[in-house]
């Protein structure tokens, strides 16, 4: 038996098996045994507990699983035994169940709790977009706050939204924007895109990020039917980035013209329905019974509705001229950072099929190159870098 056993484990100490788990024994001192089986054969495993705690799912009877490790024999019994280093669940199912198990993990922790949201600031001053700078979504946001003439300074801080680097640059910004107080409301998120894509909202990393923000942040991924991680951590989620920007600032201006109206009209009708209802109470007064007239009683009244209505009014005036102040001076921030009004000094973008050119040598001769201009493209051929 130690002949065999001293040919057989240097020889099977890197197996890659897959089957199905069957009588899973979660034993007291933390193992877990098992059999791996499929059609025709089956074979008795074990999981030590170090490496048990590694385990990023819990295994069920019946699970089709990947198993690594090495193969072992019991001198004693003369048993071989298939001893496990990592188990993994098979297919697109693996990373379901890692995001999943990932999931119930920050939400044990507190992580989705609604107590811990907060609400978003009503007239935010300053708003910062976590986005692709080239994509459409920080498009769309901007339409929307310029369709509302939203009175907000906008700050757009650029990050990868999808790839192996989006995580680590989404973490970065996070901490970047909350650093340096960057804004009152964060919109961070991005457009639409397969499921693959979606993943770095869904990383441990920017969960925790949005979580710990002492912004409050807007999850903003364009997704149809499972939502990331983000959305359940941040204080509040949108479909969309067009819809989080409607979320933002939800306020139109001629709404708002309107509410202000309907205020001073309420407010109108109570200062009149009250000095009505003084009226009716000492009209059954004779004048000639009164020690003081009612003219006298009612002059303090008659002065004080005037400096209200007054002072109403001139707050109005003053508020509606701040208003216009603040949209005036939006608009020309906004034009003013516009990539049109750059366009419209006569600069230019060049694009060939590999994406933005910036340098001569990404244009070697014969290169199709899209030249953007403020009104039109050009469609050219590169001559090649000159000196």
């Known amino acids: 038996m130690q002949q065999l056993k001293e040919l057989v484990e240097p020889t099977f100490e890197n197996l890659v098996v897959e089957g199905e788990l069957s009588g899973l024994n979660f034993n007291s ?38 198993v690594k490790g090495k193969l072992s024999i019991y001198e004693a019994r003369g048993k071989v035994t298939f001893v496990v280093r990592e188990i993994l669940p098979l297919g697109l199912g693996t990373l379901l169940v890692r995001l999943e198990e990932l999931k119930r993990k920050l939400a044990s922790e507190g992580l989705f709790s609604p107590e811990r949201k907060r609400s ?14 080239t994509g459409a979504a920080v498009h769309d946001m901007l339409r929307i706050f310029r369709q509302r003439e939203a009175w907000v300074h906008i700050v757009i801080v650029p990050t990868a939204v999808q790839g192996e680097e989006a995580p680590s640059q989404l973490v970065r910004a996070l901490q970047y924007v909350n650093r340096w107080q960057l804004g009152e409301v964060i919109i961070i ?6 499921f693959e894509d979606l993943l770095p909202f869904s990383d441990e990393a920017v969960v925790r990020a949005i979580a710990e923000s002492a912004i409050p942040v807007v999850s903003a991924v364009g997704h149809e039917v499972d939502n990331p991680l983000s959305d359940l951590a941040a204080d509040a989620a949108a479909p969309t980035p067009t819809a989080a920007a409607t979320l933002v600032w939800p306020h139109l201006r001629d709404d708002w013209m309107h509410h202000i109206l309907d205020l001073k009209s309420t407010l109108r009708e109570e200062i009149l329905r009250r000095f009505d209802e003084t009226k009716r109470l000492l009209r059954p007064f004779q004048k000639e019974q009164l020690v003081i007239s009612i003219e006298q009683i009612m002059e303090p009244f008659h002065t004080r509705i005037t400096w209200l209505k007054e002072g109403m009014n001139a707050a109005i005036r003053q508020v509606m001229s701040n208003y216009t102040l603040n949209l005036k001076r939006l608009k020309e921030t906004i034009e003013a950072h516009s990539p049109l009004d750059i366009l419209r000094r006569g600069y230019a973008i060049v694009q060939s099929k590999q994406g933005l050119v910036t340098q001569a040598s990404q244009a070697p001769v014969g290169t199709e190159l899209s030249i953007r201009l403020y009104q039109g493209q050009i469609a ?5 870098e000159k000196s």
């Open 380 to 384: 050219a051929t590169s001559l090649g």
């Open 120 to 133: 978003l600031p009503t007239f935010p001053r300053r708003v910062v977009l976590i986005t692709s700078a």
């Open 189 to 194: 998120g991005r457009g639409g895109g397969s």
């Open 29 to 66: 001192s933390g193992h877990l045994y098992f059999v791996l089986k499929d059609e025709t054969a089956q074979v008795d495993c074990a999981l030590f507990s170090y490496q048990r705690q590694r385990l990023t799912f819990t295994p069920k009877n019946g699970d089709r699983v990947q």
